[in-house]
């Protein structure tokens, strides 16, 4: 129970932080929230050595694509080792390889088998 509810604060706390940050993002540029914020994420992006500039449709689908994989190989990984994780109160198993990518590309491809 104990697991479940710092779970749930950790959400809460993250989507209340995001969803301010975008609500000042599309709506309250001038903010002073909003240009702290906007150095972070200048430092952000020089720490990953990428810029503001516009990608063309070659560049947007690399990005797509390495996102997806980055993300395929994460929830693999969290899958395979999830026994040994924290927040895991019904202590559920790892699971097998195979039943491990059948997961990840239903969830990557929207599929939901």
């Known amino acids: ?7 749930s ?3 809460f706390l993250s989507i209340s932080i995001i969803g301010y940050y975008l609500f000042l993002l599309f709506i309250k540029s001038d903010s002073l929230l909003y ?3 906007e ?3 200048y430092r952000m992006l ?3 050595r990428m810029s503001y500039s516009k990608q063309s449709t070659k560049e947007y689908l690399l ?3 390495m996102t997806n994989l980055i993300m395929a190989l ?3 990984i969290i899958l395979r080792t999830q026994k040994h994780l924290p927040l895991n109160p019904n202590h559920i198993d790892n699971m097998d390889a195979g039943l491990a990518f059948n997961t990840v590309i239903s969830f990557i491809t929207n599929t939901n088998l």
């Open 1 to 7: 129970m104990k697991d479940f509810l710092l779970l």
């Open 9 to 11: 604060v950790i959400f």
């Open 35 to 37: 240009k702290k914020y």
């Open 39 to 41: 150095l972070i994420e």
């Open 46 to 48: 020089r720490l990953l």
């Open 63 to 65: 990005t797509f694509i």
């Open 74 to 76: 994460l929830t693999y």
